[in-house]
C-alpha cells in the first residue's frame, strides 16, 4: 500500500520556531491573495500579508494569525519566515479588538491632519488585530 504524501512544514519567526510537522494542506495569505499548497507542489516564492495561515493534519485544521514575511513552497516542504505568528487558540480577543481600535483612532488622527502619525505603521498595526480577529474566529468555528 502506497504511504499518503505529507508536506513538511516549517513556521518560524526571528525568536521561535512556532510549527515543524507533517501536514497535508497548507493555505497561505500571500502578497497576491491566499494559495493552497499540496504535497508535490510546483517550487515558488512569495512574500505575506498579515492574516490568517491554516494547516491540515488529516481531519484537523490549525490556525495562526501572521504577521508579514515570506514563504517559500517546495514540493515535498513549505517554510514559513514570519515577523511575528500566533496560534488561533491562545489569541485574547479583547486584546485583538483593543489593537484595532487603537489603530483606527491613529488612522481618525491622521486623516484629520495630524503630522505625528506613522500612517503606514497604524496600517500595518489594523492589519495585524484584523488578522488575529479572523484567526480567533476561525478557531471558535472549529471548535
Known amino acids: 500500500m502506497e504511504q499518503e504524501k505529507k508536506l513538511s512544514l516549517d513556521i518560524v519567526t526571528p525568536y521561535v520556531r512556532i510549527v515543524f510537522a507533517k501536514v497535508d ?6 502578497s497576491e491573495g491566499d494559495f493552497g499548497v499540496l504535497p508535490e507542489h510546483t517550487p515558488f516564492l512569495s512574500s505575506l500579508r498579515p492574516g490568517v495561515l491554516s494547516y491540515r493534519q488529516q481531519r484537523d485544521v490549525h490556525y495562526f494569525a501572521v504577521s508579514t514575511g515570506f514563504v517559500e513552497v517546495l514540493p515535498d516542504r513549505v517554510i514559513v519566515l514570519l515577523q511575528a505568528g500566533e496560534d488561533a487558540s491562545k489569541v485574547s480577543e479583547k486584546r485583538a479588538q483593543d489593537s484595532k481600535e487603537r489603530a483606527l483612532r491613529r488612522l481618525e488622527s491622521a486623516a ?32
Open 112 to 143: 484629520k491632519g495630524d503630522q505625528q502619525v506613522d500612517v503606514k505603521r497604524a496600517e500595518l498595526s489594523l492589519a495585524r488585530a484584523d488578522a488575529r480577529l479572523r484567526a480567533c474566529a476561525c478557531h471558535k468555528v472549529k471548535r
Open 25 to 30: 494542506e497548507v493555505n497561505v495569505p500571500g
